[in-house]
């Protein structure tokens, strides 16, 4: 079978590899969809992100959907055939965070397509996938294996909502609307946020948000005035969220966030300064989130239910054979957001 593998920066070839032996508690899966994150572009573009490199050559991805092909001997909630988002997240269960609930956390995390331990763990970007049992989650018929595939980064928008402590009737600005900014926007309307105004440098993404249900939008580069009104009186928000990971969208959230409000930093942008005193004196909560582990099963159930539409983030599927192609578009911001790869096409 063929996978996506990454050697080093910009060295992505498709190679044929082999599909490990099944065990009792595994599930064997066809791959049909996957998205390219933003932590597969850090791989592809610069070889890795922050203190991680790509050491030796690794399967990217993370963002998967397929259909059951195989069953150990002890797994019995699936069949064959079985069409199923899969979670990446494989937690050991046993160490102090997985006991604690916090399986985000694991200190034995074998998360899909990671260089940050070593040996690396492979990614899922591949024709085929030796799962464990309890990553495959079950999708309805009417959801297509190209939107299951977007449960992945939807889980990371529903933990950022949690880490937030609760949104229902409250002002919340997001900064970022890349595919997760999107998606945690159509969770926030489900999680019953009053008011939801979404911000970004460019105008796709903000069609976007608005589509997945932000009330208002504003692009910062062209009418960063649109941000004026919300900065009066200390500040109008009582959530933010930033996820694009750049330092000037932070310091817009600490303008425009009421005392006492919640900044969530979602998006991995690398260290940046903080304005301590604006932090400080507005008593605004800065809190981390990263990753998820129960909200896999809730994006699923939003997704399944038609709670939440992803198909306005896909802006583009390409087969396997253009993969390359497909990374260097999923790099073009003014012309995508979430770029899927075909595995089943020819
Ligand atoms: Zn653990």
Do not use: W
Request: a neutral charge.
């Amino acid at each position: 079978m063929r996978a996506l593998i990454c050697h080093s920066a910009k060295d992505l070839r498709i190679e044929n590899t082999e599909l490990p032996a099944m065990g009792p508690d595994q599930v064997r899966v066809k791959v049909a969809f996957g998205g390219i994150c933003g932590s597969d572009l850090h791989y592809y573009q610069h070889g890795g992100f922050g203190t991680v490199r790509i050491k030796q050559p690794m399967a990217l991805g993370h963002e998967i959907s397929g259909v059951v092909d195989g069953l150990g001997a002890n797994v019995k909630h699936l069949a064959v055939g079985q069409r199923i988002a899969i979670s990446p997240s494989r937690p050991c269960g046993a160490c102090r965070f997985c006991q604690l609930g916090q399986q985000n956390h694991c200190l034995n995390m074998r998360f899909f397509g990671s260089a940050m331990p070593f040996p690396h763990i492979q990614g899922a970007f591949a024709e085929q996938l030796i799962i464990e049992g309890y990553q495959a989650h079950p999708i309805g018929q009417h959801l297509s294996l190209s939107e299951a595939a977007l449960a992945e980064p939807l889980s990371v928008g529903l933990h950022a909502i949690q880490r937030a402590g609760g949104v229902l009737g409250k002002q919340v600005f997001v900064t970022g609307c890349g595919p997760i900014g999107a998606l945690l926007i159509g969770g926030l309307r489900r999680a019953g946020a009053a008011r939801i105004v979404a911000a970004d440098i460019a105008d796709l993404p903000l069609k976007c948000a608005k589509e997945m249900g932000a009330d208002e939008t504003i692009n910062l580069k062209t009418q960063p005035e649109l941000l004026d009104k919300y900065k009066v009186d200390k500040g109008q928000f009582e959530a933010v969220f930033e996820a694009s990971g750049s330092e000037p969208a932070l310091r817009a959230g600490l303008d425009v966030i009421m005392p006492r409000g919640i900044l969530v930093s979602v998006g991995m942008g690398g260290d940046m300064s903080i304005p301590m005193t604006q932090l400080v004196a507005k008593e605004v909560d800065l809190r981390g989130t990263f990753r998820f582990h129960a909200e896999f099963a809730n994006a699923v159930q939003f997704l399944n239910s038609g709670l939440i539409n992803g198909k306005p983030v896909i802006t583009s599927v390409l087969p396997m054979d253009k993969a390359v192609e497909a990374f260097e578009l999923a790099c073009d911001k003014s012309q995508s957001l979430k770029v899927q790869i075909d595995f089943e096409a020819a």
